[in-house]
C-alpha cells in the first residue's frame, strides 16, 4: 500500500523559510510527476507546485520566485524549499503523484504551515 509522509512544517514569521520532505513508500517516484498541494482553512485544496519525471518545475503563481520543488529520487523524496514566506502561506501542505492531472493516492497527514506576521 502506498502512504505519503509530509514532513518539516512549522511556525514562522513573514520573510522565514522553511524545507517541505515528502517521502513515498510503497511505489516509486521515479517515472511520475510529483507534486506539492495546500489547503488553508476553509478553502479548498489547491496545487502549489509539481516536478515532472524529467525534473522540469511548475508553480502556482502565488509561490512563482519563492518556492523551489525538487525530488531525490533514491530517497524517494520529493521536496519543498519555501522562502519569503507569507501569511497567506498558511495552510496545510500535502504531497501527492498526479496523473492525468490529478492526484492517484490517498492523501497522507499532511504537515502544517504556519506564518505569523
Known amino acids: 500500500q502506498v502512504q505519503l509522509v509530509e514532513s518539516g512544517g512549522g511556525l514562522v514569521q513573514a520573510g522565514g523559510t522553511l524545507r517541505l520532505s515528502c517521502v513515498t513508500s510503497?511505489?516509486?517516484?521515479?517515472?511520475?510527476?510529483m507534486g506539492w498541494y495546500r489547503q488553508a482553512p476553509g478553502k479548498q485544496r489547491e496545487l502549489v507546485a509539481t516536478?515532472?519525471?524529467?525534473?522540469?518545475?511548475n508553480y502556482a503563481d502565488s509561490v512563482k520566485g519563492r518556492f523551489t520543488i525538487s525530488r531525490d529520487v533514491a530517497k524517494n523524496t520529493v521536496y519543498l524549499q519555501m522562502n519569503s514566506l507569507k501569511p497567506e502561506d498558511t495552510a496545510l501542505y500535502y504531497c501527492?503523484?498526479?496523473?492525468?492531472?490529478?492526484?492517484?493516492?490517498?492523501w497522507g497527514q499532511g504537515t502544517q504551515v504556519t506564518v505569523s506576521s
Open positions: 516536478t515532472s519525471s524529467g525534473g522540469s518545475p
Open positions: 510503497g511505489s516509486s517516484i521515479r517515472s511520475y510527476t
Open positions: 501527492n503523484k498526479i496523473s492525468s492531472g490529478r492526484p492517484i493516492y490517498l
